[in-house]
């Protein structure tokens, strides 16, 4: 075998190992690399109780209740489905109804999701286009332009 038969084989082993390492860390990260879950998507996935993940929607309308020491109950809502959302903390100042909210937390056995954190979001450029163009065609999102021409009957 020549010198350079050698440096080949030694090139194409190395490559061919590269791309058996990358598609082992792509496949085993292939869950964890969603920004977060909508209510469907927990629905549909079938997501156990005890799971780490981020939850994501819109705060429905009149979900938000206040209790003792900092703890909140509120509803998080895709238009399809709905999961309760139970947190203890302060929360975010854009944290209001009808207004993105992305939690971090676990899934607990009676179907409540349990949040670590909560991060309100201001506007749609921070949520999936998938689910901003699911919550436009359901009407419970406004765009800029619906915005404007609603107000621009002076």
């Not at 792509?26 to 981020?54: C, H, W, Y």
């Not at 947190?87 to 100042?93: F, K």
């Not at 676990?106 to 349990?114: A, Q, S």
């Not at 286009?129 to 065609?137: G, Y």
């Amino acid at each position: 075998m020549t010198r350079k038969q050698r440096r080949l084989i030694l090139i194409g082993s190395a490559l061919a190992v590269l791309v058996l390492a990358v598609g082992l860390v792509l496949s085993a990260l292939k869950d964890s690399i969603v920004f977060f879950n909508s209510p469907t998507d927990v629905v549909e996935k079938q997501i156990a109780p005890g799971a780490r993940i981020r939850l994501g929607g819109l705060v429905q309308q009149g979900s938000i209740v206040r209790g003792d020491n900092l703890q909140v109950r509120f509803a998080v809502t895709d238009g399809q489905h709905t999961i309760t959302v139970a947190y203890q903390g302060l929360l975010p100042d854009l944290f209001r109804e009808g207004q993105g909210v992305v939690t971090e937390g676990m899934l607990e056995p009676g179907g409540t999701f349990r949040a670590d954190s909560v991060l309100a979001k201001h506007d749609e450029n921070y949520m999936p286009r998938e689910v901003a163009e699911r919550l436009k065609q359901q009407g419970h999102w406004r765009d800029e332009e619906s915005k404007k021409a609603k107000g621009s009957t002076r």
